[in-house]
């Protein structure tokens, strides 16, 4: 459909998370975005739907993101509304954290920097969950610099940084976003190397609940500009990335349905005023039948495009909300079947090994209700870089074999 208002979509990044939200916006309003990174990739560089591409050295430094995006407004020759979209925790802290400076050339919906700064630094985020009632694993916070004194209880548990922002910041050799820790020793060990890299921050150490990838949950929800839920979704993860630098991204998901636990993330989200697409982690304990959150992503996560399968696209939800003002007071529970994927089906087919999320796979392969926004079929007409773009996708999908088959992650489950 074409939108009532000029609109012109910017967004923050090029990665499979900005491709996916360019796909949504096309798909919805036949918009090609604009898109501002640091590096070109192949999730969007070889793309007909994207308008243009600016690349932007340091985007990631303050004092560079802000003049970058307002002299990039100035420059546009249009009249349409822009609309500013982050694909990651970065980009989204640094909108919000200048949203006043950028809100005289953007239009965009985040929540306030206290209540970011509640769910992105998770030892603020663990007691405000509790606080409202949501379960979470066995946690403890530790100021990285002092003497750890954790009390920990069992074995093995995961190690991540309290402020994932912070954390990349000081790189150092086998930096890995979560670690999966044996012993007292190996939890020392892994926080001096970590303090010897300057960060100062918290680090989590929290129980490692059992199970493998189809343990893990999804939630997407949007909560309009008076912090509404319009949607919520649920999925149950198939598969993620299987190296270690790399765990917690997924790479395919089937939706389910779980009323309780929609109803739980919707009211919690709306009782700390949240606005803006949210992205919900969770995982499922089996040792007292419970659905345990692990974190709130405050944007749409790189998998979040199965709500768009579902009829529920992201981007419109945004267009509708704060181009248009059009805002639902009925929050629907999304129930449609699909099964996301941004790996090929061979794959799912050889390593999803539980036998009732295989016999899923299966059927909604053979039922054709599979997704992958990569494919987005608006992305396919005549043009010489879709055939680059299809090589890329190729070559892509055999790598993906061969790093499923060389990952030792699993092995540890």
């Excluded at 939108?3 to 090029?14: F, K």
């Excluded at 598969?239 to 997924?250: D, F, M, R, V």
């Excluded at 061979?346 to 059927?363: G, M, Q």
Aim: net charge negative; charged share 25%.
């Amino acid at each position: 459909m074409s939108p009532e208002r000029d609109v012109l979509p910017v967004i923050v990044g090029t990665d499979l998370n900005a491709y996916h939200m360019a796909a949504s916006f096309h798909e919805a309003y036949g918009i090609r975005p604009h898109l501002i990174g640091k590096v070109q990739m192949g999730f969007t560089h070889y793309s007909t739907i994207i308008g243009a591409t600016t690349f932007v050295d340091r985007l990631d430094d303050t004092e560079v993101f802000v003049p970058t995006l307002r002299d990039y407004a100035e420059q546009l020759d249009t009249d349409a509304e822009l609309l500013l979209v982050g694909t990651n925790d970065h980009y989204v802290r640094l909108i919000v954290e200048n949203s006043e400076a950028l809100a005289e050339h953007y239009r965009f919906n985040y929540p306030n920097e206290t209540l970011l700064n509640q769910l992105q630094v998770k030892d603020q985020f663990y007691p405000l969950a509790q606080q409202h009632g949501l379960q979470i694993p066995e946690t403890h916070i530790h100021q990285v610099g002092q003497p750890l004194e954790a009390e920990i209880s069992r074995y093995p548990v995961i190690l991540k940084p309290g402020d994932g922002v912070q954390y990349y910041r000081h790189k150092f050799p086998g930096q890995e976003k979560v670690y999966r820790l044996y012993s007292y020793d190996d939890v020392a060990a892994t926080i001096e190397t970590i303090e010897a890299s300057g960060y100062r921050g918290t680090v989590i150490i929290q129980d490692f609940i059992p199970g493998d990838d189809t343990f893990i949950w999804d939630s997407v929800l949007y909560l309009n500009s008076e912090s509404r839920a319009e949607f919520v979704n649920f999925g149950q993860v198939v598969l993620q990335e299987h190296e270690a630098s790399a765990i917690g991204n997924y790479t395919a998901i089937v939706s389910r349905f779980n009323r309780e636990v929609m109803t739980q993330l919707k009211d919690f989200l709306e009782a700390v005023g949240y606005t803006g697409l949210a992205n919900v982690d969770l995982k499922y304990d089996a040792r007292d039948d419970a659905f345990k959150v692990l974190e709130v992503n405050v944007r749409q996560g790189r998998s979040s495009w199965y709500a768009t399968a579902q009829g529920h696209n992201l981007a419109a939800a945004l267009v509708e909300d704060v181009i248009y003002g059009r805002r639902s007071s009925e929050c629907t529970f999304v129930d449609e079947e699909v099964l996301f994927t941004v790996v090929p089906t061979s794959i799912l087919r050889r390593y999803v090994t539980e036998p009732a999320v295989h016999a899923d796979v299966v059927r909604l392969i053979r039922e054709k209700k599979v997704r992958n926004p990569l494919y987005y079929s608006g992305d396919r007409r005549a043009h010489p870089n879709s055939l680059l773009r299809l090589a890329w996708l190729t070559v892509r999908g055999m790598r993906y074999r061969k790093k499923y088959a060389r990952a030792t992650w699993r092995d540890q489950l």
